[in-house]
């Protein structure tokens, strides 16, 4: 049997069988922004998605990880003003990813770990 990964492709028999001293929950966040002419929208959506293929790749045999959909629009400070930028306040971010910690524990995980491809920029 393949170990699950996406929480997505599991059925509630799978979530009764999961393991709370070895799974782990990956939230994974990032920001969709406008990157100039040169990179697209998605520049940090697909590092995120590059950094998940390479745990899903080099997962040890002792640990289970289930990831949730990722979050794909964060907080965009520096890049908000560009066109094809998604930005959400804090006071949507944080409930929402409280949110889906909570949805962890109850599928009766504990452990958390939210992993973030963005990084802000200040402007000089």
Known sequence: MVKPFYRNELNTLDFAALSAERTIAILSIASTEQHGPHR?????????RGM?????QRRPHD????????QEIGKANVHVYGPGTLSFGPE?????WAATGGKAVEAGLRKLVIVNSHAE????
């Open 121 to 124: 920029m200040s402007i000089s």
């Open 92 to 96: 949507i971010l944080i409930p929402a």
């Open 52 to 56: 998940l293929e390479e745990l899903y």
């Open 63 to 70: 640990l289970d990880f289930l990831v949730p959909p990722r």
């Open 40 to 48: 697209p929208a998605e520049t940090d959506v697909a590092i995120t």
